[in-house]
């Protein structure tokens, strides 16, 4: 498989700087080479004609001085054509400044926008004038120009978080590590505990990272096959049982008799429903119930785990599947439905989540299924 992100290699995805809308060079739009040598064509043609009009503007000049000091015929009709082909000349020249000018001064813009780009001013915007073309081009380089700063601000509040995230952990470690050495602490197991678990976590944090990097860079593996839904559900729901009877919570299933086969990585669709299924334990009541159902839809196959738990804020419910964004009794990192999300694109599905406090959440994977025949 080949790496980057998948508007890199012309794979029909539009990179996140890329405005709404517009075509553009990859995959499904229209021909952007062709474009620019339509262009260059119109350019080519206009100037062409400009530099024909002149010729015969430098005719008519030399005739008349020619005709001037008798050196050549001064017949009416001559002159009328010296005349004529000097004024043609005249016209052009004036048509040819006023294109320029028309041309000069967006283009100087989009040139002095796309150097203050490339110095790191991601604020830039250029004007928004000329002909439609550059006109186009503008709009095109504003849209990219905020995204890019979008992205950029993104970028920022992400590494601030993942600072955050490491305090907390690297904080536990120091402090029993400090302690244990300086002979407060006895090295035995209780007081070891506090580092492994911390270890742990950082350690499941980092793998976070690198699995939402793959998915952003393109650069997922996923090694596809046929995943049985009744028997995939069931080994998953069996793997939180003692968790889950510890809570005094109850899993159930109900998957359709007819449900097609997933055509998914295993692995990475484990990881997907098991991390669905114990953030639904971490917000599920006492005597609640955990349901994981299981349904086909022409060549997709429908997961929903659904639960009445607490529920998803209703300001928190749009942005839940966003990096680092989590309520305020989560104790994760919250990146574990944004790995939801970015394994389940790289499968050519979506997630869906609704939530109500008075009945709980349910989040809905549509996946691929095997296709038959």
Same mark, same amino acid.
């Given at each position: 498989?080949?790496?980057?992100?998948?508007?890199?290699?012309?794979?029909?995805?539009?990179?996140?700087?890329?405005?709404?809308?517009?075509?553009?060079?990859?995959?499904?739009?229209?021909?952007?080479?062709?474009?620019?040598?339509?262009?260059?064509?119109?350019?080519?043609?206009?100037?062409?004609?400009?530099?024909?009009?002149?010729?015969?503007?430098?005719?008519?000049?030399?005739?008349?001085?020619?005709?001037?000091?008798?050196?050549?015929?001064?017949?009416?009709?001559?002159?009328?054509? @010296?005349?004529?082909?000097?004024?043609?000349?005249?016209?052009?020249?004036?048509?040819?400044?006023?294109?320029?000018?028309?041309?000069?001064?967006?283009? +100087?813009?989009?040139? !002095?926008?796309?150097?203050?780009?490339?110095?790191?001013?991601?604020? @830039?915007?250029?004007?928004?004038?000329?002909?439609?073309?550059?006109?186009?081009?503008?709009?095109?380089?504003?849209?990219?120009?905020?995204?890019? !700063?979008?992205?950029?601000?993104?970028?920022?509040?992400?590494?601030?978080?993942?600072?955050?995230?490491?305090?907390?952990?690297?904080?536990?470690?120091?402090?029993?590590?400090?302690?244990? @050495?300086?002979?407060?602490?006895?090295?035995?197991?209780?007081?070891?505990?506090?580092?492994?678990?911390?270890?742990?976590?950082?350690?499941?944090?980092?793998?976070?990272?690198?699995?939402?990097?793959?998915?952003?860079?393109?650069?997922?593996?996923?090694?596809?096959?046929?995943?049985?839904?009744?028997?995939?559900?069931?080994? %998953?729901?069996?793997?939180?049982?003692?968790? #889950?009877?510890?809570?005094?919570?109850?899993? %159930?299933?109900?998957?359709?008799?007819?449900?097609?086969?997933?055509?998914?990585?295993?692995?990475?669709?484990?990881?997907?429903? +098991?991390?669905?299924?114990?953030?639904?334990?971490?917000?599920?009541?006492?005597?609640?119930?955990?349901?994981?159902?299981?349904?086909?839809?022409?060549?997709?196959?429908?997961?929903?785990?659904?639960?009445?738990? %607490?529920?998803?804020?209703?300001?928190?419910?749009?942005?839940?599947?966003?990096?680092?964004?989590?309520?305020?009794?989560?104790?994760?990192?919250?990146?574990?439905?944004?790995?939801?999300?970015?394994?389940?694109?790289?499968?050519?599905?979506?997630?869906? #989540?609704?939530?109500?406090? #008075?009945?709980?959440?349910?989040?809905?994977?549509?996946?691929?299924?095997?296709?038959? +025949?």
């Amino acid at each position: 498989m080949s790496n980057g992100p998948p508007w890199r290699r012309g794979e029909g995805r539009r990179p996140p700087w890329w405005p709404e809308g517009e075509s553009g060079p990859w995959a499904g739009g229209q021909n952007w080479g062709r474009h620019g040598r339509r262009i260059a064509r119109r350019i080519g043609c206009f100037v062409g004609l400009a530099f024909l009009v002149f010729l015969s503007a430098i005719f008519g000049v030399v005739w008349l001085l020619l005709s001037a000091f008798g050196a050549v015929s001064s017949a009416p009709f001559d002159t009328a054509v @010296a005349v004529t082909a000097l004024v043609l000349g005249g016209a052009a020249v004036a048509v040819a400044i006023l294109v320029l000018r028309r041309l000069a001064a967006p283009v +100087g813009a989009l040139i !002095e926008g796309a150097h203050r780009i490339e110095s790191g001013d991601l604020s @830039a915007r250029v004007p928004v004038r000329g002909p439609s073309d550059l006109r186009s081009l503008a709009r095109a380089m504003n849209a990219m120009s905020g995204r890019l !700063e979008a992205e950029e601000t993104r970028r920022r509040s992400v590494l601030a978080d993942i600072a955050h995230e490491l305090r907390t952990p690297l904080s536990i470690i120091r402090g029993q590590a400090e302690a244990i @050495a300086d002979g407060i602490y006895p090295a035995d197991a209780e007081h070891m505990a506090p580092i492994v678990s911390a270890t742990e976590s950082l350690e499941m944090l980092v793998n976070d990272l690198g699995t939402l990097t793959l998915a952003e860079s393109g650069a997922l593996r996923l090694h596809r096959e046929p995943v049985d839904v009744a028997v995939f559900v069931n080994e %998953t729901l069996s793997a939180f049982g003692a968790e #889950a009877r510890a809570a005094g919570v109850q899993l %159930t299933e109900r998957v359709d008799a007819g449900v097609p086969a997933i055509d998914g990585d295993p692995g990475r669709l484990r990881g997907v429903l +098991g991390n669905l299924v114990s953030n639904a334990l971490a917000h599920a009541r006492a005597g609640g119930t955990i349901r994981v159902e299981g349904i086909g839809s022409g060549r997709w196959v429908l997961l929903t785990v659904r639960d009445d738990g %607490t529920g998803i804020p209703a300001d928190l419910l749009p942005r839940v599947f966003d990096r680092f964004v989590k309520g305020p009794s989560s104790t994760g990192s919250g990146l574990g439905l944004a790995i939801v999300r970015d394994v389940v694109e790289a499968h050519g599905g979506s997630v869906t #989540a609704t939530s109500t406090a #008075a009945d709980g959440t349910a989040i809905t994977l549509k996946l691929p299924a095997v296709a038959l +025949g």
